[in-house]
């Protein structure tokens, strides 16, 4: 029995002490990062000195460019470019332009939305008919919207606590609603912006068109004047409404482009890998700064923390600047396929999304309800005092969902910050250096970095 007893001791003296390195690296981490933390002044070289960043365009290889001296500057192990083609579709000329046409003339906000084409030269007047639902369209018929605007307008379900939620529930009517319109004569699509927010801002995102289908234009609206146009549409005293816009996107060419990676080599299992990471490209509405810039920064900043620490990783640890996650996923695709040409076997991947607010904690996919309960078990504790204790199931990302099906026993992680101020910028002329917090975005790096150690000494088993 002593000697039972004995080991039983031991054991738990071992743990305590596991737990208090654990809590002092932390420490160490969040420290420097609050002190020396360079993620901000690099966020604002990023959105100022090269802006936005559409894949295939001139400001997408300069960012790349930039990303790769960055990451060399650091002073990891490697550095390298992967070659990727990506789509490069223009906006054109900003002409861009839209008028409700009833009793009177109101011209208003609108924006192409990505992979859109244009409408002809002189734009498209036609009358309007509203909708809620793709379901809707069916329902109505091609006798009710051939020759027609069709106008999606269901806003955002305002009961979901976490945001992303409403934006999945209301997504479908921008990226599917211009194809299926177009199957029932529709000649355009005007579509709500997906946000809560009650502004002038038209969000844009990319719109998928069917293949060998009838491509028909298609445009956001602001908010406030989808109320509008709603508004006027049910006022039966007033003459036919109808809708004018003009847009002058189009698709050339793919082009070449590159995701950015850095490595630090694994001490141990070097090839066996654990990557954090955000999308490098942006809409060309603006900065691209909390979609995706912090996300880009904060990476970066995840492997500089545990360099800067002296830490030695077991396991070898990337930070990705992926390509082309707004209009493609070429570049998420691509590291996948490499990785697994490569034959490198990834442990986990952790990808920053969702803007750099106030941390959360983390979404874990595809994971075992008890493996689950041993991580909020083990290192809720330890990530709860940084407010990063939320350990849930939930998504990974579009960046990294490619390498589930290379990497079997890969765990997908999204970074999870506070949602609430996320899609009133999103996909805006409003995403800009100046709406993201300096602390905010400091404590995300750190809790990334906290992770990655976590999961680098411990395994995920």
Excluded at 415 to 423: A, E, G, I, N
Aim: aromatic residues 8%; neutral net charge; charged residues 20%.
């Amino acid at each position: 029995m002593k000697i039972k007893l004995t080991l039983l001791s031991s054991l738990i003296l071992v743990s305590g002490l596991v737990k208090a390195q654990d809590s002092l690296m932390i420490r160490n981490i969040y420290d420097e990062e609050l002190v020396n933390g360079q993620c901000y002044s690099n966020l604002h070289y990023l959105c100022k000195n090269i802006g936005q960043r559409i894949s295939g365009s001139e400001n997408a290889q300069k960012a790349i460019e930039w990303g790769k001296k960055l990451m060399e500057g650091y002073g990891f192990d490697k550095v390298f470019l992967q070659p990727v083609m990506v789509p490069h579709w223009v906006r054109g000329a900003k002409e861009e332009g839209a008028i409700i046409k009833g009793d009177q003339r109101i011209s208003v906000h609108i924006a192409a939305l990505g992979m859109s084409v244009a409408t002809p030269k002189n734009g498209i007047t036609a009358p309007v008919i509203e909708v809620q639902s793709l379901k809707e369209l069916e329902t109505l018929g091609k006798d009710a919207i051939q020759g027609k605007i069709v106008f999606f307008n269901r806003p955002f379900d305002p009961k979901f606590i976490e945001t992303l939620y409403a934006y999945g529930t209301a997504g479908d009517q921008r990226f599917a609603g211009p194809a299926a319109a177009a199957k029932f004569g529709a000649v355009g699509v005007i579509v709500r912006s997906l946000t809560e927010s009650l502004d002038y801002y038209p969000h844009t995102g990319a719109t998928l068109y069917v293949k060998d289908g009838v491509n028909i234009p298609a445009a956001a609206i602001s908010t406030i004047e989808a109320n509008k146009l709603s508004t006027m549409l049910k006022m039966r005293s007033l003459p036919a409404v109808k809708f004018y816009f003009k847009q002058n996107c189009q698709t050339l060419p793919d082009a070449p482009s590159f995701n950015v990676v850095a490595e630090m080599k694994g001490s141990e299992n070097p090839n066996k890998f654990i990557t954090v990471g955000g999308h490098l490209d942006s809409w060309d509405l603006a900065e691209g700064a909390h979609d995706d810039g912090t996300g880009i920064v904060q990476s970066v900043e995840a492997l500089r923390l545990l360099k800067v620490m002296g830490y030695k990783p077991k396991n070898s640890i990337r930070a990705v600047f992926f390509i082309n996650e707004e209009n493609g996923d070429r570049g998420g695709e691509k590291y996948a396929e490499l990785a697994n040409d490569n034959k490198e076997e990834h442990i986990a991947a952790i990808e920053s999304d969702l803007g750099g607010f106030t941390p959360r904690g983390f979404t874990f996919e595809g994971v075992s309800p008890a493996l689950l309960k041993s991580i909020n078990t083990n290192w809720g504790p330890l990530l709860a005092p940084y407010g990063s204790g939320v350990l849930a199931a939930g998504g990974g990302g579009s960046d990294i969902g490619p390498l589930k099906a290379k990497s079997k026993n890969v765990v997908l992680i999204g970074y999870l910050p506070d949602s609430q101020r996320y899609f009133d910028v999103h996909h805006t002329p409003n995403d800009v250096f100046e709406n993201v917090n300096k602390r905010e975005l400091e404590l995300g790096a750190a809790s990334m970095a906290s992770l990655i150690y976590l999961i680098d000494t411990h395994g995920l088993n």
